[in-house]
């Protein structure tokens, strides 16, 4: 095992792919900006991906859609996914060589509540609706969340967040994640409205006070994890 941070400046690192989240519009990886920086601090390569980029009519599972990059997984040293990403790299567990992954909100099985859930933004009356009932899941249990002003109608929006969303109604990729022999951690908000610990399985750690997006809620804790997952699995 190499500690990343030992590499030196000219030394090719270790390889990184993250799948995004459901996303109404790609946002360039500022989903994950904290895990992404520390990283790359800790000298990794950082691939990440628009997971819905290749979501067509085609896909009618998460299987499917893992199906699509199953290629650039298997290249990675690590795995690294959010929320509906996090559920396509389990979906992606048995192609993977026991690499190390990382999910963070990422459910591994769906219940009534979370696809009830999921399903009122995605049949929300228009747009503005619909980022505004998200908005409303992702933040802690118990936050205000400030209204936004009406944004116009987007049909590419809309279907990717439908898309996305409907995938995970049914989920239930258990035995992918007990059958997994590679090091494997779940980070899951305390607080979350969506992902809970009772949707997942293995490897829990819960973010105390953190809604659907811990590395944002809070982001020193996350790192802290991260730091010592990184240490002890990844290697060069």
């Given at each position: 095992?190499?500690?990343?941070?030992?590499?030196?400046?000219?030394?090719?690192?270790?390889?990184?792919?993250?799948?995004?989240?459901?996303?109404?519009?790609?946002?360039?990886?500022?989903?994950?900006?904290?895990?992404?920086?520390r990283?790359?601090?800790?000298g990794?390569?950082?691939?990440?991906?628009?997971?819905?980029?290749?979501?067509?009519?085609?896909?009618t599972?998460?299987?499917?859609?893992?199906?699509?990059?199953?290629?650039?997984?298997?290249?990675?040293?690590?795995?690294?996914?959010?929320?509906?990403g996090?559920?396509?790299?389990?979906?992606?567990?048995?192609?993977?060589?026991?690499?190390?992954?990382?999910?963070?909100?990422?459910?591994?099985?769906?219940?009534?509540?979370l696809?009830?859930?999921?399903?009122?933004?995605?049949?929300?009356?228009?747009?503005?609706?619909?980022?505004?009932?998200?908005?409303?899941?992702?933040?802690?249990?118990?936050?205000?969340?400030p209204?936004?002003?009406?944004?116009?109608?987007?049909?590419?929006?809309?279907?990717?967040?439908?898309?996305?969303?409907?995938?995970?109604y049914?989920?239930?990729?258990?035995?992918?994640?007990?059958?997994?022999?590679?090091?494997?951690?779940?980070?899951?908000?305390?607080?979350?409205?969506?992902?809970?610990?009772?949707?997942?399985?293995?490897?829990?750690?819960?973010?105390?006070?953190?809604?659907?997006?811990?590395?944002?809620?809070?982001?020193e804790?996350?790192?802290?994890?991260?730091?010592?997952?990184?240490?002890?699995n990844?290697?060069?």
């Amino acid at each position: 095992m190499t500690d990343p941070r030992a590499l030196g400046p000219n030394v090719v690192g270790p390889r990184v792919l993250v799948c995004a989240p459901v996303l109404p519009h790609w946002d360039g990886g500022r989903f994950f900006g904290p895990v992404i920086r520390r990283l790359t601090e800790l000298g990794c390569r950082i691939e990440v991906v628009d997971t819905l980029s290749r979501l067509d009519d085609s896909v009618t599972s998460v299987a499917d859609l893992a199906a699509r990059w199953a290629t650039e997984a298997q290249e990675a040293d690590l795995v690294a996914g959010n929320a509906l990403g996090g559920a396509v790299v389990q979906a992606l567990l048995p192609t993977l060589d026991a690499v190390p992954v990382l999910l963070v909100s990422a459910p591994t099985k769906a219940d009534h509540t979370l696809a009830s859930r999921l399903a009122s933004i995605v049949e929300a009356d228009d747009l503005t609706a619909s980022l505004r009932r998200l908005a409303e899941l992702v933040a802690p249990q118990g936050t205000s969340v400030p209204t936004t002003p009406p944004v116009p109608e987007d049909e590419t929006a809309r279907r990717r967040i439908a898309g996305g969303m409907r995938l995970l109604y049914d989920l239930d990729l258990t035995a992918n994640v007990l059958s997994y022999q590679g090091p494997l951690s779940q980070f899951v908000g305390e607080r979350s409205q969506l992902v809970t610990a009772e949707h997942v399985v293995g490897e829990v750690v819960v973010v105390p006070g953190a809604g659907m997006r811990p590395q944002h809620d809070r982001p020193e804790f996350v790192i802290d994890h991260l730091d010592r997952f990184v240490k002890e699995n990844l290697s060069r």
